[in-house]
């Protein structure tokens, strides 16, 4: 028998659950309760919502609950600087004390209750925020910030107690920042800095801190939210709100651990559809950094190559390191799209240029040649010895002189030059002075990028620390890898946004006909069969080999000539995971005696290792192809992701593989095809056809169909080998495996 349904969560029973309120939140949208229309087939939400966070940032009203003018008090320090903050902003402060009068001279209430207004924001100054939260509701405060430590980052306990605060905030009705977080967010920001702005989001204050000091290299800041332990808030929810404000280019993000995997990407793809660029330090790629993030924040940080797979997908853009997270934000913050993606290297010296694009052209960037007609032109200035096709080479002394504006006013003129990158090794006066004001000059009369490379250790010259620093057009950097990163993710970006399609938009929201089908199949806690694998994903439209399950030699024997010879017999049974190591696969059968030898040898080997089989499959042999891998796995973070990669024995010796988070599109499904190191394969090599990469895009994204429909019932879905067959003759699962949550 293959068993009911019984006891089987349906996808329609998840979704009312999520809408009830049954084991979760009820989800909101739009601001209002979430319906079916926004949400997937699971009954995860479609769209993010946007929390209104004017009123933290910008209160009309403060209260101060622990307030205190003590001298030697942590909470003196503390009171003071959010005095100063609340007078920046122009919110009216209230503290609150039981036991004090008045604190620096303001009048103090005894408690929330006594406030003489509702006010906007609650800064909690107390080591236990818990018991403080039922006077927040009663008092009808929006926001609450909790600096208090001790709650996830110390282990079991603290998570705990995490988890009653969150609870009750939720209860409350109000929005919490932290606990664990710090003063960051009631930080001075340079207000005398035009132009777009960054806003910066980190879960470790101190790693923010290089990104603050930017204003000081003229770089404008808007908003700092550190959101510590995001007991409530959580990064998304800032990537939000900040991807709706009109003054901010760029948002900065320093994460260890992410809350909510979904909640991270409906941010994220808020952020995309409206060009905002995201740059992200994650950190867990090790898993030692993965461990200290933990024990810092109390988060998943999730298996990365899942999270870097999840950021490609929707345009965050991930760097390493904080010098790389601030100079990309920044230009992407202030630089304009593109005009065109070509980029030219320009310098005095022909060794600084070559050392240049050596590395820019390894990294990605293109650096095209430039036109016989533009190389002519740029030669009345420069001697005809010096090469000028790309990189441009000037040789120093025209830079000295009328010469040095028209080179770079003749290369910026190029409609197939978006970007100019100078990099200028060390001060060489006046030679670097000149180019340095030549360049801030042409920027200004150009839609182009100028980016410069300031390559002096010292940093105090006055063509660094005045002229390029003073422009706000040109793009100045420190070092040569920095300025390749931050171009190559500014092209990306622009390339990303101009293509972009929310894949939530076209998610399914009503389940297909093939999931009520496959509900008999599923097994709560149990593999299935590879014959009950093979159904399921007959199921979905993915095509197997003609096969029959049979249980005695003589129908094995009429299974074979109505399969066709030559054949290929398993051991079918739910208890099989690597059929090859036991021996219970044989290949290249071509007569009836082979095949009665293969069965009773099969189920004697079965017998012998204990195995219980359902019988024994009888298969088309399928040999002209590429063999990949298409999969699906349930990570902690993210749920159902789909993996594809090369198969058959190479996914264990290469792991060669490209893994999306669904719901996406056509086009992120060929994607990854171009991600693996062995795509060649399918191009075709040493004489051979070029593969069916079509249907192997329309299996991955049937694949998809059963991640998004069947993610909460399959704990893992593995078909390897998928033999894809030469173009135009489709692609064939010879062997699935499917485990059931």
Known sequence: MLGSTHGTLTTDSRRARVIACGEQ?????????ADVDDLDV????????????????????????????????????????????AERVGARLHPVHPTRQSVFGIPCSPSLADLPEQVDLAVLLVG???PVIGELAEAKVKFAVAFASGFAETGAEGAAAQAHLAAAVRRAGLRLLGPNTNLNAFEKFRDDLDGPAIALITQSGHQGRPVFAMQELGVRLSHWAPTGNEADLETADFISYFSEQPEIGAIACYVEGLKDGRSFLLAADRAARRGVPVVAVKVGRTETGARTAASHTGKLT??????????????????????????????????????????????????????????????????????????????????????????VDNGGHPVGDWRGRKIIDAILADPEVGVLICPITGPFPPMSDKLAQDLVDA??????????????????????????????????????????????????????????????????????????????????????????????????????PREQLVTS???????????????????????????????????????????????????????????????????????????????????????????????????????????????????????????????ALLEGVRGGPPVDVDALVEVVMRVQRMALELGDDIAELDINPLMVLPRGQGAVALDALVVCR
């Open 443 to 544: 920027a200004e009369q150009t839609d182009k990028l100028v980016c410069v490379v300031w390559g002096s250790p010292v940093g105090t010259e006055a063509a660094y620390r005045e002229t390029l620093l003073g422009s706000s057009k040109v793009a100045t950097f420190r070092t040569f890898a920095n300025c390749i990163t931050a171009v190559r993710a500014y092209l990306d970006h622009h390339r990303f946004v101009a293509a972009y399609r929310s894949p939530f938009d076209e998610a399914p929201r009503t389940p297909s006909p093939s999931f009520r089908k496959t509900q008999v199949l599923m097994r709560p806690g149990q593999q299935l069969s590879e014959h009950a694998a093979k159904q399921l994903l007959r199921a979905y439209g993915i095509r197997v």
């Open 302 to 391: 999730g298996a990365d190559t899942v999270v870097d797979a999840a950021m490609r997908q929707y345009g965050v853009i991930r760097v390493d390191g904080l010098d790389e997270l601030q100079d990309t934000a920044a230009l992407l913050a202030r630089a304009r799209a593109p005009r065109a993606e070509g980029v030219v290297v320009y310098s005095i010296s022909g060794g600084t240029g070559a050392h240049f694009a050596d590395l820019a052209t390894a990294a990605g960037l293109p650096l095209p040649n430039l036109s016989a007609p533009k190389q002519a032109e740029l030669h009345q200035w420069i001697p005809e010895y010096l090469s000028v096709t790309n990189p």
């Open 128 to 130: 236990d925020p818990l």
């Open 42 to 85: 699971s009954g995860r939400p479609l769209y993010a919502d946007a929390p209104d966070l004017d009123r933290f940032f910008r209160p009309e009203s403060v209260a101060v609950v622990g307030a205190s003018d003590a001298e030697g008090r942590p909470n003196t320090g503390i009171t003071r600087q959010l005095i100063a903050w």
């Open 25 to 33: 939140p009820s989800p909101v949208v739009h601001g209002r309760p």
């Open 553 to 679: 030699a003589a129908a094995a024997v009429r299974a074979a000539s109505l399969v066709g010879y030559p054949v290929v017999m398993k051991a079918s049974g739910a208890q099989i995971a690597h059929k090859t190591e036991l021996g219970l696969v044989k290949i290249g059968l071509t007569s009836a005696s082979q095949v009665r030898d293969a069965y009773r040898e099969l189920t004697d080997i079965a017998r012998y290792e204990g195995i219980s089989l359902d019988g024994v499959l009888v298969c088309q042999m399928v040999e002209r192809g590429v063999e990949m891998v298409v999969g699906v796995t349930h990570d902690q973070l993210f749920g159902p992701t789909v993996t594809v990669g090369l198969g058959g024995v190479l996914v264990e010796v290469l792991r060669d593989a490209a893994v999306r988070v669904p719901p996406f599109g056509e086009d992120q499904a060929r994607g990854m095809l171009g991600e693996l190191r062995g795509r």
